[in-house]
Structures are given as C-alpha cells and as structure tokens.
C-alpha cells in the first residue's frame, strides 16, 4: 500500500496537507487510535525538521505499508545557488554546539551533508557524532530499502552510541539527545540513503512490534 506523493516546499499548505495524510493512511491500514497517533509523531517530527531545511532543497514525502510495517520515505534533491551552497560547506567548525539541537537537527545535518558531499556541511562536534551511524560497505546488502545503497542508519547509529557513551563524552551527550527524541524512541529504524541522483530518507516503524 502506498500514499499519494506530497511535493515539500515552504508552502504551510503543503506542510500541513501531508501532516494530514498521515493520520488517514493510518487508519486504511486499520491501526489503533495509539498507533495512528505514533505515526503521526514520527510524521510531525519529519516535517519539523523539513522545515529547517526548506531553502536548502526540493522533495517529497510518501509512505508505504507491508502488512504491520510503515515506511516515512523523504526523497530530497538539492537546489541551492553558489552562494548559499558556499555558506553550507563554510559553517565554522569551532563551535561545540550541536548537541542542543537535538536528535532530529543532527539527522537533519546528516541529510544536508550526504547532499552536499556527505559530512562537509557540518560542524566538527556533528562529524564526530554522525560517525556513528555510518554505514560499514560490508552492511550494506543487510540493510538495502527499496534498491537505496545506504550510508547512515538510525540501528547503526544506536548501537555505536551504546557503546561508547560511558567513556566518551561526546557519545553520551549524543545518547542523551537520542533517548529525548521522538523519532529516536518510536521509529524501529531511520535509513539515509542514496538513490540515483537523490538523497533518501526512510523512517520505519512496524506497528506488529511490541
């Protein structure tokens, strides 16, 4: 099963009209009204973070179902001019302040680099943190999601964290934002990827997991 695609701009109509849909594709799938309200979450907190990124690219926003499991699928490509590509690639590396903006700004930060050379747009404290959820060659075969190679997982990425968060620091600031975030507690998995020439991010959650 498959949602209508929603094309993402600055347009609140837009935003607001696929916020919507997520709350009826829930229901054609004959979820309960919690998790209609867990997907809406995961929706809202997606949309959140396209927000912050809207002059920075183009997209769309769909879902898909398989029996219990729903996908969130972004597609995004970048449309920027030089000056502001210049701006991104430039942002000051000295800074340490990454961590306040949580979770979802620094998944937002991994989808802002992979579109502009995966890692140069974000400052040292987010490269050090986003390693962590990079994707080993070897795994991605295990990991594929609709023919998409992968580069970064949301599993990955906790796991790496769980780790190492009692002896570095960094780490446990960066579990912590985690453990706070919404898409952090209900998503199963989040998946960066590319796909030809775009960028895609997919959030799943199998509601048949409890």
């Known amino acids: 099963m498959k ?3 929603f094309m993402l701009n600055s347009d609140a109509g ?3 009209a696929t916020r919507y849909s997520a709350e009826d594709f829930a229901r054609g799938l004959g979820l309960d009204r919690h998790d209609v309200l867990r997907l809406e979450l995961l ?6 973070m396209v927000k912050a ?3 920075d690219f183009y997209g769309q926003l769909w879902f898909e179902a398989e029996g219990e499991r729903c996908e969130i699928h972004l597609q995004a490509t970048a449309d920027m001019n ?3 590509r210049e701006e991104l690639l430039s942002v000051s590396s000295t800074g340490r302040n990454a961590a306040a903006k949580g979770f979802m700004g620094m998944l937002k930060d991994v989808l802002s680099g992979a579109m502009h050379s995966f890692g140069r747009s974000m400052n040292d404290y987010g490269r050090e943190v986003a390693r962590y959820g990079i994707v080993n060659p070897a795994e991605v075969g295990s990991l594929a999601v609709d023919n998409m190679v992968p580069i970064w997982t949301l599993q990955t990425y906790r796991n790496g964290l769980g780790e ?9 600031e960066a579990w912590n934002e985690l453990e706070k975030s919404i898409v ?3 998503a199963d998995d989040v ?5 030809g020439d775009r960028i895609e991010m997919v959030i799943i959650k199998d509601f048949g997991r409890r």
């Open 184 to 186: 952090g507690k209900l």
């Open 43 to 48: 929706t809202e907190e997606t949309l959140g």
């Open 3 to 5: 949602s209508d695609v």
């Open 14 to 16: 837009r935003l607001a």
């Open 53 to 55: 990124m809207v002059d």
């Open 164 to 172: 190492q968060r009692n002896i570095d620091e960094d780490a446990g």
């Open 191 to 195: 998946v960066v990827g590319v796909k």
């Open 82 to 84: 030089a000056d502001r």
